[in-house]
């Protein structure tokens, strides 16, 4: 057997790991940044009847044109930009990666951020360049960034707006000047739109090379995997040449354009994240030997005593709580944990347990 993968599967693919998703069953779930609320009740009835009407005998739309409407009128899409449907950001970022991809080509994003930058990147065959934040406060680097567009010409450029797993908005005049010296695609990922105020959806159009993407993930429909990308119609059409036959199924699709009709409970749900969020971090700030860093998304990223990583998270844990340790993940993340905001209860147990966890010897 290992004849037979080391012959035939491609060295950059053996030298990855797959993509980790702990288990979670009978834990307080705080470690993906989902929304802690379920399905309004107030549009679950409808929602059951529209599932029931749903024709999954038959192929879906292969575009979504329902639901690209849904999708515009409840998210501003400017009209006269043009709408591409995923299953999941993670499939977009794929897509846009195949589309571009060729020998000594460039994929560039800040670091720490998403992973599945770096890791569709190298599965598509590109070069990945990953530019380091600042250190103190994670903010971005313009000079460096620059530099290492000038010096990579990358293909594409990656922004999170916020940033994952930071929280933290870069600011929007230093994005402009990345947008403005780049030679390829820039997209403004903005997967946590729901829990800020910051976005550049309005201003798609002010630069040839600008495309925004977003998932309905964060809003609270996560198990639905749809992801969307905004832009100038021409290129959108190039991307869309990559995108396999109905890549977004039927009750996805019926689903998410009820939700968007029913946008309103949605929203009021992430106000009231927004809410905890400013609560969790005054308690996270108000606690002896925790440094939380600011969050314009629906987490916080936490830095911990130096070594106490590792024994708080498995500490937490024993609890029932889930959170992502991050201490390895990246240099500037050690020390880190990453916490979801959850609904108050969760919130309450999760302080408890950190500071039970910090209380140990």
Same mark, same amino acid.
């Given at each position: 057997?290992?004849?037979?993968?080391?012959?035939?599967?491609?060295?950059?693919? %053996?030298?990855?790991?797959?993509?980790?998703?702990?288990?979670?069953?009978?834990?307080?779930?705080?470690?993906?940044?989902?929304?802690?609320?379920?399905?309004?009740?107030?549009?679950? &009835?409808?929602?059951?009847?529209?599932? %029931?009407?749903?024709?999954?005998?038959?192929?879906?739309?292969?575009?979504?044109?329902?639901?690209?409407?849904?999708?515009?009128?409840? @998210?501003?899409?400017?009209?006269? @930009?043009?709408?591409?449907?995923?299953?999941?950001?993670? +499939?977009?970022? $794929?897509?846009?990666?195949?589309?571009?991809? *060729?020998?000594?080509?460039?994929?560039?994003?800040?670091?720490?951020?998403?992973?599945?930058?770096?890791?569709?990147?190298?599965?598509?065959?590109?070069?990945?360049?990953?530019?380091?934040? !600042? =250190? &103190?406060?994670?903010?971005?680097?313009?000079?460096?960034?620059?530099?290492?567009?000038? &010096?990579?010409?990358?293909?594409?450029?990656?922004?999170?707006?916020?940033?994952?797993?930071?929280?933290?908005? #870069?600011?929007? +005049?230093?994005?402009?000047?990345?947008? *403005?010296?780049?030679?390829?695609?820039?997209?403004?990922?903005?997967?946590?739109?729901?829990?800020?105020?910051?976005? #550049?959806?309005?201003?798609?159009?002010?630069?040839?090379?600008?495309? /925004?993407?977003?998932?309905?993930?964060? @809003?609270?429909?996560?198990?639905? !995997?749809?992801?969307?990308?905004?832009?100038?119609?021409?290129?959108? &059409? +190039?991307?869309?040449?990559?995108?396999?036959?109905?890549?977004?199924?039927?009750?996805?699709?019926?689903?998410?354009?009820? =939700? @968007?009709?029913?946008?309103?409970?949605?929203?009021? $749900?992430?106000? *009231?994240?927004?809410?905890?969020?400013?609560?969790?971090?005054?308690?996270?700030?108000?606690? +002896?030997?925790?440094?939380?860093?600011?969050?314009?998304?629906?987490?916080?990223?936490?830095?911990?005593?130096?070594?106490?990583?590792? $024994? /708080?998270? =498995?500490?937490?844990?024993?609890?029932?709580?889930?959170?992502?340790?991050?201490?390895?993940?990246?240099? $500037?993340?050690?020390?880190?944990? %990453?916490?979801?905001?959850?609904?108050?209860?969760?919130?309450?147990? #999760?302080?408890?347990?950190?500071?039970? =966890?910090?209380?140990?010897?």
């Amino acid at each position: 057997m290992s004849d037979l993968i080391e012959r035939w599967i491609r060295p950059e693919i %053996r030298a990855i790991s797959a993509y980790h998703v702990p288990k979670a069953a009978g834990l307080i779930k705080l470690d993906a940044m989902e929304n802690p609320y379920p399905w309004p009740e107030a549009a679950r &009835a409808e929602w059951l009847e529209v599932l %029931r009407r749903a024709e999954v005998n038959l192929y879906p739309d292969p575009r979504g044109t329902e639901l690209q409407a849904d999708l515009r009128a409840a @998210m501003g899409i400017p009209p006269e @930009m043009g709408l591409l449907l995923g299953n999941g950001s993670d +499939e977009l970022i $794929q897509m846009l990666a195949l589309a571009v991809a *060729a020998p000594g080509r460039t994929i560039l994003a800040m670091e720490p951020g998403f992973v599945m930058y770096r890791m569709i990147g190298r599965l598509a065959g590109m070069d990945y360049v990953g530019v380091p934040l !600042r =250190a &103190a406060d994670f903010s971005l680097d313009l000079p460096a960034v620059l530099e290492a567009i000038e &010096a990579t010409a990358p293909a594409l450029v990656f922004i999170a707006y916020p940033n994952n797993p930071t929280g933290n908005l #870069f600011a929007p +005049e230093a994005i402009e000047r990345i947008i *403005a010296a780049a030679p390829g695609l820039v997209i403004v990922d903005e997967a946590y739109a729901p829990f800020t105020d910051a976005s #550049f959806m309005p201003r798609l159009g002010e630069w040839p090379n600008l495309l /925004v993407m977003r998932t309905v993930s964060k @809003m609270g429909l996560a198990g639905l !995997r749809l992801g969307y990308l905004a832009g100038p119609p021409a290129l959108l &059409a +190039e991307i869309d040449k990559v995108r396999l036959p109905y890549n977004v199924n039927v009750l996805t699709q019926v689903s998410a354009a009820l =939700a @968007m009709r029913h946008r309103a409970l949605f929203d009021e $749900q992430c106000r *009231a994240i927004r809410a905890e969020r400013a609560s969790l971090m005054a308690a996270l700030t108000a606690m +002896e030997g925790v440094q939380p860093f600011a969050s314009e998304a629906n987490f916080i990223l936490v830095r911990l005593p130096e070594g106490r990583a590792a $024994q /708080v998270f =498995a500490a937490i844990g024993a609890r029932g709580i889930l959170v992502k340790n991050l201490d390895g993940a990246h240099p $500037q993340l050690a020390d880190c944990l %990453r916490v979801t905001v959850g609904r108050p209860e969760e919130n309450r147990a #999760f302080l408890a347990a950190l500071a039970a =966890a910090l209380a140990e010897a």
